[in-house]
């Protein structure tokens, strides 16, 4: 038999070592380090990914500009002859200054950690240039392709081949300013505007 009226009843305690309550900072209130930490990590790699989108542009456009530029082989092989090539020389030099300017602020940012311009102007000076020099690399390029084209049905030679080099690079140019532009511009979108 047992004693069971006069021993205590068992109450189920539980060890500190075991307690189930979690700090606010672990269950996701948003009131802890590893919000700001990854949130932290998230702008520090959209800083790098713009920065290598720009340098890919900037890259691409200054191929395009040596090739253009480069493009002369006598009589009609000349593109100074065509006004679709020049408008593509002149975008491609446009886009190499601007990628340029654009590398060199982000690489000093990022070295340095200090903004040059205030967080809200560089964030539209991002987006508004990326989205305009974007456009003129498509239009450059998609103007000079049907000339391109007329051109090979006659002849296919290496200034046909290096007119379609240079309008590839600046297409390139084109999509990397495009995928540099939609990360600017959700880094515009996420501003506090307060």
């Avoid at 890259?59 to 493009?71: D, E, G």
């Avoid at 390139?172 to 959700?186: C, H």
Wanted: proline share 3%; charged share 20%; no cysteine.
């Amino acid at each position: 038999m047992s004693n069971s009226e006069h021993t205590p009843p068992k109450e189920d305690l539980e060890s500190p070592a075991t307690d189930n309550t979690a700090p606010a900072a672990e269950t996701g209130t948003g009131l802890g380090v590893a919000p700001i930490t990854r949130r932290w990590r998230r702008e520090d790699m959209l800083k790098r990914g713009s920065l290598a989108l720009r340098g890919l542009a900037f890259l691409f456009s200054l191929l395009a500009f040596i090739i253009m530029a480069s493009n002369k082989h006598g009589d009609w092989k000349d593109f100074d002859k065509y006004e679709e090539y020049r408008y593509l020389l002149a975008i491609a030099i446009l886009s190499t200054f601007y990628t340029a300017g654009q590398v060199l602020r982000h690489v000093q940012e990022l070295s340095t950690g200090k903004q040059m311009l205030e967080k809200r102007t560089s964030a539209m000076v991002d987006f508004f240039g990326d989205q305009i020099v974007a456009y003129l690399l498509v239009s450059s390029a998609s103007t000079a392709v049907p000339l391109t084209n007329r051109m090979r049905e006659g002849a296919d030679n290496i200034f046909t081949d290096s007119s379609a080099a240079a309008i590839s690079m600046g297409f390139f140019a084109f999509i990397s300013l495009a995928l540099s532009a939609l990360i600017s511009g959700y880094k515009l979108s996420t501003q506090s505007y307060i």
